[in-house]
């Protein structure tokens, strides 16, 4: 799969030198690439993808829906005793 000392970029599949910590093309760290790709094997991508998302808005929209589910059946319950 890799050949001579050459690193090629497992995501575009561009050269790279061999000392290359990331992807001159696409830009990605070969380092977290490789975590990435560990975690897609071991059943843990889920929990990764939640853990190292880059967007706020994402994990905010999650806190929101849950808190509110949350609240919205605890009045439930109250209401209806
Ligand atoms: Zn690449």
Do not use: D
């Not at 799969?1 to 000392?19: D, I, L, Q």
């Not at 998302?53 to 808190?67: D, H, Y």
Request: hydrophobic share 40%; aromatic share 10%.
């Amino acid at each position: 799969m890799v050949s001579g000392s050459m690193t090629h970029c497992p995501k575009c599949n561009s050269p790279a030198g061999s000392e290359a910590l990331e992807c001159p093309a696409c830009g990605i760290l070969f380092s977290k690439w490789q975590e990435r790709e560990n975690n897609v094997t071991s059943g843990n991508l889920a929990r990764y993808s939640i853990a190292n998302a880059t967007s706020s808005e994402f994990n905010w929209t999650i806190l929101a829906i849950v808190v509110g589910v949350v609240i919205l059946s605890f009045l439930f319950v109250q209401y209806n005793q």
